[in-house]
T-cell receptor
Framework: DTEVTQTPKHLVMGMTNKKSLKCEQH?????MYWYKQKAKKPPELMFV???????INESVPSRFSPECPNSSLLNLHLHALQPEDSALYLC??????????????FGPGTRLTVL | AQSVTQLDSHVSVSEGTPVLLRCNYS??????LFWYVQHPNKGLQLLLK??????LVKGINGFEAEFKKSETSFHLTKPSAHMSDAAEYFC?????????????FGAGTRLFVKA
């Protein structure tokens, strides 16, 4: 299995809702990433789990909360989002995060709309 | 510090003619460099990567890139464009031994292919 899967494909939520995005890979990769991509812009790195250790982009608001239950799964918990958080959220994984096998494989993304 | 500059926001070529997408980088660390392609409303697909082996890197779909340390460049080329190559292309630097957290995307180059 050489895929990164993400669910749901689309999500519409209100500003008071709590929702979660899910990401899964079965390639034995030990690093997983969350990115946010606005229209016509490059992806921006939000979080990295590398060997289950979390690194955070400090510009990301606390209404986004990542969780890595195990090395194959990555969640992004959403709470009290704002309309400007509407974007494509991409998950990626890599075999490792610092050596010769750090190329990232991306999922198809979740298109999030916040009303 | 790391940075990636894609020198053209848009490139337009005719089908069957060569493609050149330009990328310059700077990195305080030994860099891994990548090119990714993104078709509309899709995730990102890895075209090729440079770590520290051969400076001329061959990728998928006939693309290749040459790492030139003296020019700090990693330009992407293809001898003959196909209509299906029309997409957004991102040059990415991910310095090695930094846990993936310093991954930086260029702003992207939109490739148009005319029939």
């Amino acid at each position: 299995d050489t895929e990164v899967t993400q669910t749901p494909k689309h999500l519409v939520m209100g500003m008071t809702n709590k929702k979660s995005l899910k990401c899964e890979q079965h390639m034995g990769h030990r690093a997983m990433y969350w990115y946010k991509q606005k229209a016509k812009k490059p992806p921006e790195l939000m979080f990295v789990y590398s060997y289950e250790k979390l690194s955070i982009n400090e510009s990301v608001p606390s209404r986004f909360s990542p969780e890595c239950p195990n090395s194959s799964l990555l969640n992004l918990h959403l709470h009290a989002l704002q309309p400007e958080d509407s974007a494509l959220y991409l998950c990626a994984s890599s075999q490792d995060s610092g050596g010769d096998y750090n190329e990232q494989f991306f999922g198809p993304g979740t298109r999030l709309t916040v009303l | 510090a790391q940075s990636v500059t894609q020198l053209d926001s848009h490139v337009s070529v005719s089908e069957g003619t060569p493609v050149l997408l330009r990328c310059n980088y700077s990195s305080s660390y030994s860099p891994s460099l990548f090119w990714y392609v993104q078709h509309p409303n899709k995730g990102l697909q890895l075209l090729l990567k440079y770590t520290s082996a051969a400076t001329l890197v061959k990728g998928i779909n006939g693309f290749e890139a040459e790492f030139k340390k003296s020019e700090t460049s990693f330009h992407l080329t293809k001898p003959s464009a196909h209509m299906s190559d029309a997409a957004e292309y991102f040059c990415v630097v991910s310095p090695r031994n930094t846990g993936g957290f310093k991954t930086i995307f260029g702003a992207g180059t939109r490739l148009f292919v005319k029939a």
